[in-house]
């Protein structure tokens, strides 16, 4: 088995070019041929990104020979994305307990708000997190405390705190349910979620504040979510002209635009 080999086999499985996997991995073509062909050995950030495109681990690129692959086998590999959605390979989840065994409320401080993404798995990271206690949430649940900046969620202003319950099976989160998601490119984000994972593997973001546009994030790209709970904020918030009906109402238009904008 080489690694070449089942780079090439894994582009045929998928019904991709060279063309369309060197241009999505930032590669000329040539290269990339060369590492199909083994002339050259890709490097181990070169496989995580070919991971990341196939929704694989790297593991089963360097693990498995794939020339021996059954069609089940093959069937497993390409719908390993579920497992990492439904929560099936344990996410780790760092949390501090009290001296009674029960868990705290983490509040993630303004100046460790950018250091999240990076040390939310770290247990030192999250040991010295200052915390609080919010005796009116269950205490069945795990929850966090993050600050939010901007002014792309009224009536949750720049400045307050959101309060979530970490979601394990990241498929059960049903459409328009605020969210907190730590994302690898945005760190943290705090928006209302339309999950369409069973459609093409990624969760559309959209804003209450209809100035901000929606956008989609691939589920390879997200770290934790954490369904809204509560938030914490010093400012009464403002009287929204409309309330929640035109709110739906302009959400539901945004959605539209969105779906019209990408079938381009």
Known sequence: ???????????????????????????????YSGYENNVALPSLEIISLVSDYYNISVDSILKNDFSSFSSSQWSKLSSSWK???MGSKLRVLTAQVSESNDELIEMIPVKARAGYALGY????????????RLPFLSKNRKHRT?????????????????????VQDWTTISS?????????????VFKIVENQIKKDKTLLLIS???????????????????????????????TIIGDDELSNSIR????SLFRIESKR
């Open 1 to 31: 088995m080489t690694v070449g080999n089942n780079l090439k086999l894994l582009r045929k499985h998928f019904g991709k070019s060279q063309d369309d996997v060197s241009k999505s991995l930032g590669l000329n073509r040539s290269t």
């Open 83 to 85: 497992s990492s959605a």
């Open 121 to 132: 798995s770290d247990p030192e990271f999250i040991k010295e997190l200052p915390t609080i």
């Open 146 to 166: 993050f600050p939010i900046s901007g002014d792309s969620m009224p009536p949750v202003t720049d400045g307050s705190y959101v309060v979530g319950e970490f």
């Open 176 to 188: 328009d349910t605020p969210c907190i998601l730590v994302t690898r490119d945005e760190g943290i």
């Open 208 to 238: 209450t504040n209809p100035l901000y546009e929606p956008y989609s994030v691939e589920l390879k790209d997200i770290l934790e979510i954490w369904i809204f709970r509560c938030y914490i904020s010093m400012q009464l918030p403002a």
């Open 252 to 255: 539901a238009i945004q959605k």
